[in-house]
């Protein structure tokens, strides 16, 4: 809204012309949104605790240490939510249809989430809303936000080249792609099962997150990572000379996305200030939800799927522990680990809950590292 009320002014340079840089205004998205969740944060979670009493359902079969939580209230995510949302709209110019398409998934599955988060705390149980249900809820936020982007980046324009620089990245005009890590010039063409698979990649990294929310600031800090990383990836994608410079496809339009990332790692920070051990609030699936499907989308729109699983490797073990888990004990009645997903096995195991949280965060950033070395690796 900043960037569209003052791009007037910039023309004529001085102080105005810094909203004209995604970067500054990145930077902007991202304070903005974290000083919301430290005016908004105490006034929220004293809202929720007044209306929710007991707090969040404790599983009886998890870790015992876990029963003490009772009462902590849930759908913190509500927090940053409210903090993305604003701080987005506030510095990102809204023209731009990645960012709508993004905000789509971001609420929508958050909405998702939320309708979730209410019948646990309605119902007093862990089940929620049924899980069909949820599913066939992202499939069709999913689908709509993909077949968006097909359309967003088959309309737009041809990139003009900068004077003296020579185009080496092979960038196909078809939007329906899948691109490979390590490789410049090699590219899967999807046809229209490019909409599946981006279905997939946002439903997968929704629920992969929400899998991996289950102790005190376990999920939030690798959501920040992540989000850093792909703020990165976008602004790089975005800009024709950078991109070309280290020969990854180059999508016109994403670095508007930066700012959104901005504003989300402000608004986890501020949410990890009260959800640090022990925690004042949960994030719920209003919060997981809809920072794995927010993650998702825009791996999908900067052409960057598999860096995400690369990325987001602590959300893909977590996963498939559970997948493990379940498809060992329905077939050989056995049980793989103590308890799925992975974090309550080291539980089980003896390791404090501050521990788990602080190795699974080392592993996080160095899977980042990993991720983000595929940029020049090519």
Known sequence: MLFNLLAPFAEDGGFYNLFRYITFRTGGAMITALLISFILGPHIIAWLRARQGAGQPIRND????????????????????????ISTLLWVDLTNAYTWIVLLVTVGYGMVGFGDDYLKLTKRNSKGLPG?????????????????????????????????HVMTVFTPTDPRYLALPFFKDIVIPLGWFFIPLAIFVMVGASNAVNLTDGLDGLAIMPVMIATACFGLIAYLVGNLVFSNYLQIHHV?????????????????????????????????????????????????????????????????????????????????????FKMAPLHHHFEKKGWAESTVVIRFWIIAAILALVGLSTLKLR
């Open 62 to 85: 998890g870790p015992e240490s876990h029963q003490k939580k009772q009462g902590t209230p849930t759908m913190g995510g509500l927090m940053i939510l409210m903090a993305v949302i």
């Open 132 to 164: 069909k249900f949820k599913l066939v809820c992202q499939i069709l936020i999913g689908a709509a936000a993909a077949i968006w982007t097909v359309h967003v980046a088959a309309s737009a324009p041809v990139p003009v080249i900068p004077a003296g």
């Open 252 to 336: 016109p339009g994403t670095g508007e996305l930066a700012v959104f990332c901005g504003a989300l790692v402000g608004a986890s920070l501020g949410f990890l200030w009260f959800n640090a051990p022990p925690a004042m609030v949960f994030m719920g699936d209003t919060g997981s939800l809809s920072m794995g499907g927010a993650l998702g989308a825009i791996s999908v729109i900067t052409k960057h799927e598999i860096v995400l699983a690369i990325i987001g490797g602590l959300f893909v073990l977590e996963t498939v522990s559970v997948i493990v888990q379940v498809i060992s004990y329905k077939t050989t009645g056995k049980r793989v």
